[in-house]
C-alpha cells in the first residue's frame, strides 16, 4: 500500500530501526525490491533522484513506482530523491510520490534554508513529506561530480531544521555516494550531537559500501532512514553476468528474472541489516 514516508519513519524511530530507500531504475529493480518486502514482511522506500531522469523519464517511471506501492501489501512510500528544480519536483507530487527531497546543501545556508522551506510548504499542498540535507555528503548520486565530505555542523542542522522543520534531514558524517574509494571512517561523535537536537528522523545518503556492523551504529545513534542506489545497480549488473557465465539466460525473460533477482538480493541483505524485517 502507498503511505507517507512520516509514517514508515516515526515507527522506524519509535522502534528503533531503519527503512531502506531504495533506488530504482526500471521495472525489474521495482519488482525486485518489493518481492523482498513481501517476503520479509518490510516496510521501503522507492525512490528516483532527478540527475537519473535522462535514463528513466518521470512521466513513465514516476506513474509505475506509485502503481507498485500501491499494489504491494506492505507499506511502501515513494520518494523524489535529490530534487534540484522545482518544476521536477512539482511533477513527482502531481504523479502521487508522497514524498520529495529538496537538496539545497550546495546553496548558502539561509537560501537552502529557504527553498527547503518553500518546497516544503508546497509538498504540504499534497499531503506529501520534505527532506532537507544540511552539510555535503561527497560524490553525486550519478557519480558525475566528486564533492569533498563537509560534515554537518550540529548547531546548523538545528537552525536549519528549526527553520524548515522538514520531515525527515539528511547529514553528512563521513558518507559518500557511489563506491568508497577506502572503507569509510563514519563521524559518531557528531551523529551523536546531532539527534538530540532534532526531532525529525535523520537520513543517511550513500549507503553503498558502509559495513554492516556502522550501518547497525548509526540505527543506534540516530538515522531511520538509509539510502542505497549503487549496490542496487552493482547487485543487478553482478546477477546477469553471472546469469550468462553459467550460461542460464537463453533469451529475453531469463535476463528479465535475473535482473529482478539482483535487485531481490541486494533488497534483503539490506533489510536484514536494517532490522526492519516484519515491521511492515
Ligand atoms: P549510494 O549510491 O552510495 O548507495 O547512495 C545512494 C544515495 O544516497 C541516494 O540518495
Given at each position: 500500500m502507498l503511505v507517507k514516508m512520516s509514517e514508515l519513519l516515526s515507527k522506524a524511530q519509535k522502534e528503533k530501526y531503519a527503512v531502506g530507500s531504495f533506488s530504482v531504475a526500471?521495472?525489474?529493480?521495482?519488482?525486485?525490491?518489493?518481492?523482498?518486502?513481501?517476503?520479509?514482511?518490510?516496510?521501503?522506500?522507492?525512490?528516483?533522484?532527478?540527475?537519473?531522469?535522462?535514463?528513466?523519464?518521470l512521466d513513465i517511471i514516476g506513474p509505475m513506482m506509485v502503481a507498485a506501492a500501491k499494489s504491494s501489501p506492505m507499506p511502501v512510500a515513494v520518494h523524489f530523491d535529490h530534487g534540484k528544480t522545482e518544476e521536477k519536483i512539482?511533477?513527482?507530487l502531481e504523479?502521487?510520490?508522497?514524498?520529495?527531497?529538496?537538496?539545497?546543501?550546495?546553496?548558502?545556508?539561509?537560501?537552502n534554508c529557504?527553498?527547503?522551506k518553500k518546497i516544503k510548504t508546497l509538498a504540504e499542498k499534497y499531503s506529501a513529506c520534505c527532506e532537507g540535507e544540511i552539510g555535503w555528503v561527497g560524490g553525486s548520486e550519478d557519480g558525475s561530480e566528486d564533492i569533498a565530505v563537509n560534515c554537518t555542523s550540529p548547531a546548523?542542522?538545528?537552525?536549519?531544521?528549526?527553520?524548515t522543520r522538514v520531515d525527515a534531514l539528511a547529514v553528512a558524517i563521513g558518507n559518500a555516494h557511489g563506491n568508497y574509494k577506502?572503507?569509510?571512517?563514519?563521524?559518531?561523535?557528531?551523529?551523536?550531537?546531532?539527534?538530540?537536537?532534532i526531532s525529525a528522523p535523520l537520513v543517511l545518503h550513500g549507503g553503498t559500501g558502509i559495513s554492516p556492523d556502522d550501518f547497525r551504529k548509526?540505527?543506534?545513534?540516530?538515522?531511520?532512514?538509509?539510502?542505497?542506489a549503487t549496490a542496487t545497480f552493482d547487485s543487478v549488473e553482478q546477477s546477469v553476468r553471472q546469469a550468462y557465465q553459467s550460461k542460464s539466460i537463453n533469451g529475453y525473460y531469463d535476463l528479465h528474472t535475473a535482473e529482478?533477482?539482483?535487485?531481490?538480493?541486494?533488497?534483503?541483505?539490506?533489510?536484514?541489516?536494517?532490522?526492519?524485517?516484519?515491521?511492515?
Open positions: 526500471n521495472m525489474e529493480i521495482i519488482i525486485g525490491i518489493l518481492n523482498a518486502v513481501e517476503k520479509t514482511g518490510s516496510p521501503a522506500i522507492l525512490q528516483i533522484a532527478e540527475v537519473r531522469l535522462n535514463h528513466s523519464p512539482k511533477s513527482a504523479i502521487g510520490f508522497t514524498s520529495v527531497m529538496f537538496d539545497g546543501s550546495h546553496l548558502p545556508f539561509d537560501e529557504s527553498q527547503t546548523q542542522a538545528k537552525e536549519f531544521f528549526e527553520k577506502h572503507a569509510p571512517n563514519l563521524r559518531f561523535d557528531i551523529l551523536n550531537q546531532i539527534t538530540p537536537l548509526c540505527i543506534k545513534y540516530g538515522i531511520h532512514k538509509i539510502n542505497i529482478i533477482q539482483g535487485a531481490y538480493n541486494n533488497a534483503m541483505r539490506h533489510i536484514e541489516i536494517f532490522g526492519c524485517a516484519g515491521k511492515g
